[in-house]
């Protein structure tokens, strides 16, 4: 029987440019909750989610629901042209979950990277500054001012010239990797003394938890000390929620595992269950600072990605996802501390709810990206999709959807433990 994906793959390499890469050879056919089907039938358990995209599961019945009850009405009008309801709605939504107990206000767009481009134009409105400090390892985005902002070089920024001017790097602090949270205050200074004067620096921006980074969560101690020296400076703290966001950490924002609220908050992925919708939301007067017509786009807010937003919203709560994410996330880690015992290359197990990750080191304690790659292709030989991410690709990182059966994730499991047991043994 021919494999249908080789085809595929095939005339991807012809048709698609090398720089659109690609994690898995597989080609999705369809998909239900935490299953896919590829071009030749096999099932794959899908542990990446889209990239946290559907923590709801691939075609949640509300939300397919949702998308078909607005398809019946317009799919697109613009809503800088002829504005809707349900817009407006989820705007008032998004303003009670965000984090801070202030009034706020949220501007729809269409990714995660436009959602962290509005976050700074809406900081230089706000401060007339213009400087922002971003974190070693940190991922926002591929625009310009997006992989300005990312703390990797390759391969975001190799051959792309010249970055954005006026953004910073501090070092991210990761206890594994001898980085502590000193230092990072200690970079912040630095960059003070030798590269910008603090009354011209706009924002910090930092993800709560980094996603391709490493999935690294922020140490307490480094967002108490952000925050303030916000305040001090009056500086806006930007929190890039992208990957953290919709109970993937057992809240629907991460900030609220720190009690610290933002000033402005980037969210998509998980926002809308698969359909293209980012938005910031943030404090109403640093929100209003742009004149009109500053913010917005085309396709910002479409109709459909809205309805399925508030759906979204609607099954977080309804099946408690949230409360779900933690458990899941317990057990993942117990799992993953039990096979260390037998397994001397794995350095580090992690995570906030189920935002997890296990990062491997060969027998010399050195970043293993080898052995990274060895594990996540066992598992996809047995029909576990996994994603690596890490400064050093050494780390694998569970993305499950939150709505995924128990069965399915013990099964799931099962065939991580055998992948990470046999690449020790070879």
Known sequence: MEDLNQALLQRRATALPKGVGLMNPIFAKSALNAEVVDQNGDRYIDFAAGIAVVNTGHRHPKIVEAITAQLAQFTHTCHHVLPYENYVHLAERLNNLVPGDFEKKTAF??????????????ARAHTGRTGVIAFSGGFHGRTYMGMSLTGKVAPY??????????????????????????????????????????????????????????????????????????????????????????????????M??????????????????????????????????????????????????????HAVLDVIEEEQLCERAIQMGALLQERLKNISKDVSQIADVRGVGMMVAVEFNDLNGQPDPAFTAKVKDLALANKLVLLTCGVYGNVIRFLAPLTIESELFEEAMDILEQAIKEAAAQ
Do not use: W
């Open 157 to 254: 920024k190799t051959k792309f010239g010249s970055m954005m001017p006026d953004i910073y790097h501090a070092p991210f602090p990761i206890e594994v990797h001898g980085v502590s949270v000193a230092d990072s205050l200690a970079g912040i200074e630095r960059i003070f003394k030798s590269e910008i004067e603090a009354t011209r620096v706009a924002a910090i921006i930092i993800e709560p938890i980094q996603g391709e980074g490493g999935f690294y969560p922020v140490p307490q101690e480094l967002m108490d000390a952000l925050r303030k020296l916000c305040d001090q400076q009056g500086m806006v703290l930007i929190a890039d929620e992208i990957q953290t966001g919709f109970a993937r950490t057992g809240k629907h924002f991460a």
């Open 256 to 309: 609220e595992n720190y009690g610290i609220a933002a000033d402005l908050t980037c969210m998509a992925k998980g926002l809308a269950g698969g359909m293209p919708l980012a938005a910031v939301t943030g404090r109403a007067d640093i929100m209003d600072a742009p004149e009109p017509g500053g913010l917005g786009g085309t396709y910002g807010g479409n109709p459909l990605a809205i309805a399925a937003a």
């Open 109 to 122: 767009v269409t990714t995660g990277a436009e959602a962290v481009e509005n976050a700074i134009k809406i």
